[in-house]
Structures are given as structure tokens and as C-alpha cells.
């Protein structure tokens, strides 16, 4: 299976436009870049917090679409991601030859606040109730585990952000592009101790796509097809583990690193998952870079920056161009797109050629 084009709308703080705006947008300009019209595709996966009671079977009918394969996504953030791999799947059975998988909401901090508090049952009923602030006061208790068994220092986490907002002044689509230092990191508002201003996300609006295709289909489209080597998921992992500070990464990560016959240090950069700079951490860890409790002083040692060791979040990452709901995994993967095709103007890594992405779902860390 090949990946032959990429769509990212504008990426709005505040919008009036609907979460359907944002999917048909992100969905056109996916299009345009494999060089397609709608009318080629025959398989959707749609993913939007605000988009019900509609779903991706109502999308086909505002869009205009016929399909012989569809999904919507219910995997939070992890959602995009994973919709690729069935996407795939769905192309390698011969269910679909040409899909579009899309992401896309249009949220404000307001909302988004609305919808943790009835992100589901479990925290409808017995979590909202006692003002649990949503996922910043839950990820606080990560961070503050992993502080205190293992002494990560803010400092280590604050190079993170500062490499990614450096990245984001060089993506004209990213929403928070001034500059950020470690002083600024350190001293910003307390929101769950430890986690600070820059720790999180801003929610926004804005929607992310890309069209997948056959191999043989995608040679004849493109000179630069895009070839997924690998690819898993997971649920619910360690289920018995409240605050988590392993992630499913590190139970498949040899399988795919095998699959791809590739190892960590093969990759051009990284796209990771960045709702906070601890999980990014933790994903570090996880994903072999360094040993469980030593992704601090690796991140320490380590050049994150475009045309450094391991460029990591090129376009900024959800840290700086917002989370757009459940778009929030997908932005990883358009902008690796985006690399791979060397379209990445003034932030391009240099002979980028391969590449990790994956994302989170709800708390309970569904990755991809």
C-alpha cells in the first residue's frame, strides 16, 4: 500500500465553522495533491469528536461519494492513525482501491473542556463530578511519577517544547509560532502540578487527510509514493496499571522495527505524539532511544532539531499548531508526508526518506 497525497486545511483558534467544514476541506486538499477527484474514491475513514449524529456514512452523502468500504474512527486521537492501518488492510484485501482518511474538528478551549467532562461514562459519572480539570490533571500524575522515581528534571522536558516552537516558526499553518524559552517554559502558570502553560495543548480547529492507494495505482500518480512498512495497534494496554509510564510502543516496537527491517537509528525523524512533552518522553523510552527511567538525560544529549540528531515534530507539533480534537494524531502523519515528498520548504530535513509516526487514544494509550 501507498500513500500518494496529503491534505491539511488552516488550522483556526476560534472558528463558526462545523467540524464538516473541516473534513470536506481536509479531504479536497488530499485530493488535489495525488492528483484525483472524488469520484476515484471508494473508500472513506472519517474521525471527529463534533461531527455526530452525523458519521462518515452521512459525510459520503454531503460530499457526493459512493464507497465500498467505510470507517469512523473511535479511537480519540489515536484514531487517524489507526484508520490508516485498516485503510491498508482494506487495500491489500481488495475491498477498496483508493481511500481517503481523514481527521478534523473545530473546537475551542471551551468545548474541548465540555467534552472531557462527557468523554465517557466512566468519567461522566464518577470523575467529572468531583471537577478533575480533564487530561492535564490526569497526565500531572504521570509526570509527577516519572519525576519521582526516576529524577526527570522540567528542564529536560522544556527542550522539547523550546525545538518544537522553534520548528513551528518555520510552519506559516502553526498557531503558536513566537518564540519560547527555557525561562518562559519554567515560569509559566501552574495549570495540574507540575504541568505548566506549555505543557499543553491548545485546542483548536482545523482538519488533516491523506488519500492511500495500490502500489501499482500510486506509481502511475506520483514519482514520490509513499510505502507504509509497518504498522500496529493496541488497547488497553496494561489495564491494571492506573498511571501508566509504559506504553503498548514498547510491546510491538521490535515486531515493527523488524517488519520495516530497520532499526531507531535508521530514521530521519520522528513524529510523535505530543499532548505533553512527558509522554513524548516516555515514548522515547519506549520505543528503544533509551532505557525505562533515562529518557531525560537521552533528551539531554540529544539534537531534536531539523537537520540534528533526530528531528523531532518538524511542523511543531500539537504543542504548537493545536490539537485539533481528534485531528490531533493525524498531524504527525501529514507532516511526515509532507517530508518525505521534500515539500517541507524552510523546515525540510535533509535526504528525509524514512520516518516513525504514531498516536494516542483516550487515557489508555491506544497507539499506533
Known amino acids: 500500500m501507498a500513500i500518494v497525497g496529503y491534505g491539511q486545511t488552516a488550522y483556526h483558534k476560534r472558528s463558526e465553522l462545523p467540524a464538516l467544514w473541516y473534513v470536506a476541506d481536509a479531504i479536497r486538499r488530499a485530493l488535489t495533491s495525488a492528483g484525483l477527484q472524488k469520484e476515484d474514491l471508494d473508500g472513506l475513514a472519517v474521525t471527529s469528536f463534533l461531527l455526530p449524529p452525523d458519521n462518515a456514512t452521512i459525510v459520503t452523502e454531503h460530499l457526493g461519494i459512493t464507497t465500498s468500504w467505510i470507517l469512523h474512527g473511535v479511537y480519540g486521537g489515536a484514531s487517524g492513525v489507526v484508520s490508516v492501518l485498516h485503510a491498508a488492510r482494506a487495500i491489500q484485501t481488495g475491498d477498496a482501491e483508493v481511500v481517503v482518511c481523514?481527521?478534523?474538528?473545530?473546537?475551542?478551549?471551551?468545548?474541548?473542556?465540555?467534552?472531557?467532562?462527557?468523554?465517557?461514562?466512566s468519567l461522566r459519572d464518577y470523575v467529572a463530578p468531583y471537577g478533575f480539570g480533564g487530561p492535564n490533571g490526569l497526565f500531572a500524575l504521570v509526570?509527577?511519577?516519572?519525576?519521582?522515581?526516576?529524577?526527570?528534571?522540567?528542564?529536560?522536558?522544556?527542550?522539547?517544547a523550546i525545538t518544537q516552537r522553534r520548528h513551528?516558526?518555520?510552519?506559516?499553518?502553526?498557531?503558536?509560532?513566537?518564540?519560547?524559552?527555557?525561562?518562559?517554559?519554567?515560569?509559566?502558570?501552574?495549570?495540574?502540578?507540575?504541568?505548566?502553560?506549555?505543557?499543553?495543548?491548545?485546542?483548536?480547529?482545523?482538519?488533516?487527510?491523506?488519500?492511500?492507494?495500490?502500489?501499482?495505482?500510486?506509481?502511475k500518480l506520483t514519482d514520490c509514493p509513499i510505502y507504509i512498512w509497518a504498522g500496529a495497534e493496541c488497547h488497553n494496554f496494561r489495564p491494571q496499571d492506573v498511571v501508566q509510564l509504559i506504553g503498548p510502543w514498547a510491546a510491538f516496537r521490535a515486531d515493527l522495527f523488524n517488519q520495516a527491517a530497520i532499526e531507531p537509528r535508521d530514521l530521519d525523524f520522528?513524529?510523535?505524539?505530543?499532548?505533553?512533552?512527558?509522554?513524548?518522553?516516555?515514548?522515547?523510552?519506549?520505543?528503544?532511544?533509551?532505557?525505562?527511567?533515562?529518557?531525560g538525560s537521552f533528551i539531554?544529549?540529544?539534537?531534536?532539531?531539523?537537520?540534528?540528531?533526530?528531528?523531532?515534530?518538524?511542523?511543531?507539533?500539537?504543542?504548537?499548531?493545536?490539537?485539533?480534537?481528534?485531528?490531533?494524531?493525524?498531524?504527525?502523519?501529514?507532516?511526515?508526508?509532507?517530508?518525505?515528498?521534500?515539500?517541507?520548504?524552510?523546515?525540510?530535513?535533509p535526504g528525509a526518506r524514512i520516518a516513525w509516526c504514531r498516536a494516542t487514544g483516550w487515557l489508555a494509550m491506544a497507539g499506533a
Do not use: W
Open 143 to 160: 509526570q509527577q511519577r516519572h519525576m519521582y522515581e526516576f529524577g526527570t528534571k522540567r528542564e529536560q522536558l522544556g527542550k522539547l
Open 270 to 295: 520522528i513524529q510523535l505524539y505530543d499532548d505533553y512533552p512527558i509522554m513524548e518522553l516516555i515514548q522515547f523510552e519506549d520505543l528503544g532511544f533509551a532505557a525505562k527511567g533515562e529518557g
Open 300 to 349: 539531554e544529549r540529544t539534537d531534536f532539531a531539523i537537520g540534528g540528531d533526530l528531528p523531532l515534530n518538524t511542523g511543531g507539533g500539537q504543542l504548537s499548531c493545536g490539537q485539533s480534537g481528534a485531528g490531533g494524531g493525524m498531524i504527525g502523519l501529514t507532516e511526515a508526508i509532507c517530508q518525505l515528498r521534500q515539500e517541507a520548504g524552510p523546515r525540510q530535513v
Open 168 to 219: 513551528a516558526s518555520l510552519n506559516p499553518n502553526a498557531l503558536l509560532r513566537q518564540p519560547l524559552t527555557l525561562e518562559d517554559y519554567l515560569n509559566a502558570r501552574i495549570i495540574a502540578d507540575p504541568i505548566r502553560l506549555y505543557d499543553c495543548v491548545m485546542p483548536c480547529a482545523g482538519g488533516d487527510a491523506i488519500v492511500l492507494t495500490t502500489v501499482e495505482r500510486a506509481r
Open 102 to 121: 481523514v481527521a478534523a474538528d473545530a473546537f475551542t478551549v471551551d468545548s474541548h473542556m465540555e467534552l472531557m467532562d462527557r468523554f465517557n461514562t
